[in-house]
């Protein structure tokens, strides 16, 4: 291997990025709207859940219970049906997304057995708006039921009230706000960094079967190892420099939490790029068409990333063939790392499992890759 031609191929490589108009927005644009994009597009939080609320007894009681959906960030009362039949029309057209209903026993119900019931009804158009949501108003039930019981307690001259015998304690570690943006954001970081390699890499020697350069290419002393090495150097820095871009753009403008290592993240993103410079690589080499090169590359990196690599989606809820699948996108195991470092602070001891799964995917594609070129014009 001759550094002097290695050179030459990556400046070559470089200009020709400067001289694309294309390559110039994947490397620069893309990774700005797909974080834009996705950053705000993508979010799991139900927050003002348009909520009407048939009150059928308009006692103290149930406007006290009404108060505390009221102060609730998670519900926004829209609407005060006076009948069955507005509910069903509110829900049907959609005005509201839940509705509360208190029947007109409420408060004798709580006076004669210490407890009454209240009737959530929502649209599970959405089942995982509805799950959340109907979990949000039983949390909201749950503490106007133990303010009441204190206040029938303290009314009957008990310091407490009715002890349990089993309570739970929750602590929330890692994402102790439980937003959604915070584990969502370090995917869209991989999502970013998987499509602008491959995009990138594809376009490389495809690029010169279209423009009619191979020949000339072909009848040069660089090796295929050189061709590759020079080729993909460019867009190894490219891709360094969009990581920090979308490291930055996810601590400072949507104020996701970063503790971990800036070296461990350095590594490990390296680690990935190489392993998506290569997937584009070999797909450059493969398809000799800069457009067919292009939408391979989005295939293979897009469509498994956003649906197979935990980006979105629990891995362990989804069947066992589909969890088998999910081995092998590399994604995975990059997407594990981040949310690790981001917001767990952990370094490569703690992540040695989906560190070592990178280079056994870095060693493996690299080896093919590099005898993927061919000098000789078929």
Known sequence: MRPLRLKAIAVKEALQILRDPISLVIALLMPFMQMILLGYGINLDVRNLPTCVFDREASQDSQALL????????????????????????????????????????????ADSGGSAVQALTDASDDNTANIAIGYAQAVVGAYA????????????????PLQPVAVQSRVWFNEDLESRNFIIPGVVALVMALVGAQLASLTVSREWERGTMELLVSTPVTPMELMLGKLAPYFLVGLLDAAF???????????????????LFLTTSLFLVVVLGIGYLISVAIRSQLGASQIGLLVTMLPTVLLSGMAFPIDQMPKAVQL??????????????KAVFLKGSGLLELWRPVAALLAYAAVIGFFAARAFKKRLE
């Open 325 to 338: 699948v999910c081995t092998f996108v590399p994604a995975r195991y990059y997407i594990a790392i981040l």
């Open 146 to 161: 133990a303010e009441a019981t204190a206040g029938a307690a303290a009314r009957a001259g008990l310091s407490t009230g």
């Open 246 to 264: 979308c490291l930055c753009f996810a601590v400072f403008w949507f104020k996701v939490p970063f503790r971990g290592d800036l070296l461990v």
């Open 67 to 110: 108060k505390h959906f009221q102060a609730s960030p998670y519900f926004r009362i829209v609407e005060t049906p006076s009948t069955y039949r507005d509910v069903i029309r509110a829900l049907d057209g959609g005005a509201c997304r839940l509705a509360i209903v208190i029947p007109p026993d409420f408060s004798q119900r709580i």
